[in-house]
């Protein structure tokens, strides 16, 4: 209750620091937030060109399998990779004044869920270019959302308070988050690797989280509970574990800033 009400006295500045940086991302941008809907249509046209007609990957409506799984994992890798540095940056205004330091971390989270927000506006797009039906099922995808964003929350507290003794871990989980798109099925069918490989697989929680957006929007299918409680278990793991991270590091951080 009392870490609650002080998210509560705190929530304005959430608000305005979300505010700050899509002002800041969008700032002389022509276009402005529209490349929110452009970036992810642009990407999905060079990728299904490569991927459908060089390597004749054969996937039924393969754009809209790419968008699907490539939404998911910019969120997350966006929202987590930014939050890396959120608590080291704002170290001028933490020595000055009060502030939850796990606010830092959460807006970054937030700013890159208004982002997909608007991503999903290109996979509407390119449902309707498709022919794809919307069915009562597609009403169902802000649930794979919510499990990514709860997961995300859980990393990126851990990640940003990891990179306050450790800077390295920026450079090193760029790395980390490109084996981490490959090893997820976005940009090609899981039936492509042996079955050895799929079990490996199905360990990566991000698989679960794409797999869950594609049966609702794309295959018109609601996932069972085994794989709901799969996607909890998952996202709320990682959310116990990032919380119990984060609190125990958080008083050292003045002295690494």
Known sequence: MKYFQTFLRYKYL???LINRDIKVKYRRSVLGILWSVLNPLLMMAVIATVFSHIFKFQIENFHLYYLTGAV???FISEATSTSMMSVFSSAALIKKVYIPKYIFPLEKCLFAFVNLLFSLVAVAIVMLISGVRFTFTALLFPVPIIYALIFSIGMSLILS???VFFRDIVHIYGVFLTAWMYATPIIYPMEAVSERIQTV????PMYYYVQYFRDV???NTVPGIRW???CLAFSFSMLIIGVLVFKAKQDKFVLYM
């Open 228 to 230: 709901n409680l799969i």
């Open 14 to 16: 959430l608000l305005n």
């Open 161 to 163: 308070a990891l990179t």
């Open 217 to 219: 929007v794309l295959y």
């Open 201 to 204: 697989m199905k360990l990566n």
């Open 72 to 74: 998911i994992y910019n």
